[in-house]
């Protein structure tokens, strides 16, 4: 099940929330290909390996159209380092610029030890990433913009260069 649990485990949502759910059929085999993930200004980095745990997303979520992205330092250890980006969409775009006055627009960041996320602060700022699809089931994703002061709470992305397993 690394496959979920690549995701950063609990977001601090509502009392209740599953996250995803499998059933009966919905896997398939898949090769889990090299992946990695450099966020700088953020306490988050692996290099390229099968086991680093960065995921792409693309799916429908309570009647939602999302691609989500999620990587983790470190699945096996409560309250690792992560970072989430998700956003409404139909599919994997080829970019797109979020903005942090959009409510739609989702960035959360949990810096180690701490049990909750912190949201990115609604200050104007805007991160513009580009989706490449690399044709082996994994996507290259990095900023091409970065306008303003991207803010985790006096934590500041300054740059992002993943590569992340697509599921499903």
């Known amino acids: 099940l690394t496959l979920i649990t690549a995701g950063c485990g609990g977001d601090g949502g509502e009392k209740g929330e599953t996250g995803f759910k499998i059933k009966p059929g919905s896997l398939t085999e898949l090769t889990i290909n090299n992946k990695s993930y450099s966020i700088d200004g953020l306490s988050l980095s692996q290099g390229l390996s099968p086991s680093t745990h960065a995921i792409i997303f693309s799916g429908t979520v309570n009647n939602q159209n999302y691609v989500g992205i999620a990587v983790n330092n470190d699945i096996t250890v409560a309250n690792s380092s992560c970072l989430y980006i998700y956003f409404n969409s139909s599919d994997i775009p080829s970019s797109i610029t979020l903005d942090s006055t959009d409510p739609n627009h989702i960035l959360k960041y949990r810096k180690s030890p701490s049990t909750t996320f912190t949201p990115w602060t609604n200050n104007g700022a805007t991160i513009t ?4 699809n690399n044709g082996d089931g994994t996507y290259t994703i990095q900023d091409t913009a970065i306008t303003g002061t991207v803010n985790f709470g006096g ?12 599921y499903p």
Do not use: E, P, W, Y
């Open 129 to 132: 990433l580009s989706f490449l």
């Open 155 to 166: 934590d500041i992305l300054t740059s992002v260069d993943i590569i992340a397993q697509k």
